[in-house]
């Protein structure tokens, strides 16, 4: 059972009591009580990069940064 929310070691946090009537504490973020990230909500789950394709462009930034140092 929820027993209160509050903002504690610099993060928001549920309260409940456990089954021994101890309590207990975990992110907000974990729970169904927090906000939906709307980046998460948006991308369902998808990316519009590959992996492979972020790091080629990586390599390639990194060229260009180092063709243009030379110059």
Not at 33 to 49: E, M, Q
């Amino acid at each position: 059972m929820l027993v209160t929310r509050h903002r504690n070691w610099g993060e928001e946090r549920v309260y409940h009591h456990d089954k021994a009537g101890d309590l207990c504490s975990l992110p907000l973020a974990w729970t169904s009580l927090a906000r939906i990230d709307p980046f998460v909500s948006l991308s369902a789950g998808r990316s519009a990069f590959r992996v492979t394709d972020l790091l080629e462009m990586t390599r390639l930034l990194e060229s260009m940064t180092q063709s243009q140092e030379g110059e």
